[in-house]
């Protein structure tokens, strides 16, 4: 196969077969129905990246989607917290409902943040790769597992043994000869299309597996990381956890049959389609978040305060769940002229409370959130 092959290993009872992939690049077969997908991706995000330029400020549209991707790329790995329970947690608002493994979500959002910014200083490598694994692990479940180190046993993937096992990755000997193999893929300049390079990236990570656990998480981040090191997004705006949740079953299908049926094109097809599917989303949304953020200027700039007003709607763009704590420090205001500004801003339609408490109120910018979920 162009992907690689099942290798026998122990004997007897202990006998099992794990994958070993041949290195990259793999011969690719670009029949119309690929090619009609890869064209259809590169248009969508284009598109992403010219309608995000509508956005005041962009920075706060991709905090909020960082957080939306760490939500569920975290669930997709078992979590129950969700994307409210992290902007909460990023808000610091106290919450005794926030679910205990939110923590999972925040590393998710720390390695994100901190390998975009590393990406500046350090190339796409092994090293950045280990780095963002140790700070995805750090203090959560799977910190006991080796964090920032490529596994030095065998692991599998489904089943009680790895007898039983639905796939076995490669021994760990085999590891740092393909991952070597995957650094230099990354870096080489052949003309391969880049979305097709990426595609491949992330599959061929999924397989080798090289970590003892957070392998999901660190593929799923190195598609934006490359996006973004290639120079194909300005910003880091793609992010395809949602499309995975939404086809999940189809998603394992693929990246299965791409090694054990050498269907490497169907998980192409699949590939593109989620990015294209994904892009076209996050574009609409960009227009959107413009549409509202124009509908509630207006609005606030007749009230009286106009100033301290547009001060705290930016502000929601930033962090959309908030206290009357909160907004003394973002306008200036003293209580109870901070509660009275709440009150024209739930007036207004733009703020909602939502803990029905008489004390320590916790208000939502629910239409800017309601675009995220």
């Known amino acids: ?11 007897g009872n202990l006998e099992y077969k794990a994958f070993i992939p041949n290195e990259l ?46 939500s569920l790329s975290s669930q997709i790995e078992g979590t129950t917290a969700t994307f409210i329970d992290a902007i909460k947690a990023n808000s610091k608002i106290q919450d005794p409902e926030i679910r205990n493994d939110v923590d999972e979500i925040i590393n998710y959002i720390g390695a994100m943040n901190y390998g975009l910014k ?8 092994l090293r950045l790769i280990k780095e963002i694994h140790e700070k995805l692990l750090k203090g959560v479940r799977g910190k006991n597992k080796a964090p920032g180190e490529f596994r030095r046993t065998q692991n599998w993937i489904g089943g009680r043994t790895i007898q039983t096992a639905s796939f076995v990755p490669p021994p760990y000997h085999e590891i740092l000869r393909l991952l070597n193999n995957l650094e230099k893929f990354m870096h080489n300049k052949s003309p391969i299309p880049v979305l097709i390079k990426v595609g491949l990236i992330h599959a061929q990570f999924e397989v080798i597996h090289p970590f003892l656990d957070g392998n999901g998480r660190v593929g799923r981040l190195l598609i934006t990381f490359y996006l973004c090191h290639e120079g194909i997004l300005k910003k880091p705006l793609l992010y395809l956890s949602e499309y995975i949740m939404e086809h999940r079953y ?5 990246l299965n049959a791409a090694h054990g049926k050498d269907d490497i094109e169907g998980w192409l097809k699949y590939f593109l389609d989620g990015v294209a599917v994904t892009s076209e989303k996050a574009a609409k949304v960009a227009i959107k978040i413009h549409n509202l953020r124009e509908n509630d200027l207006e609005k606030v700039s007749k009230i009286r305060s106009s100033e301290k007003g547009i001060k705290l709607l930016n502000s929601l763009y930033r ?8 907004v003394e420090k973002i306008t200036g205001l003293k209580n109870p002229n901070a509660i009275t500004m709440v009150s024209k801003f739930e007036s207004l339609g733009i703020l909602k409370e939502t803990t029905g408490q008489k004390r320590n109120k916790v208000y939502e910018y629910r239409n800017y959130i ?4």
């Open 370 to 373: 309601k675009l995220f979920e």
């Open 250 to 254: 189809e998603y394992y299908e693929k």
């Open 319 to 326: 962090n959309p769940i908030l206290q009357i704590k909160d």
């Open 25 to 70: 690049p793999f011969e690719i077969k670009i029949d119309s129905d690929l090619q009609d997908l890869l064209s259809k991706a590169n248009i969508a995000i284009g598109r992403l990246d010219g309608n995000t330029s509508l956005i005041p400020d962009v920075d706060f549209f991709i905090k909020m989607y960082i957080t939306k991707e760490a």
């Open 1 to 11: 196969m162009r992907t690689g092959k099942f290798t026998k290993q122990l004997t």
């Open 118 to 125: 590393r990406l500046n200083t350090l190339p796409l490598s």
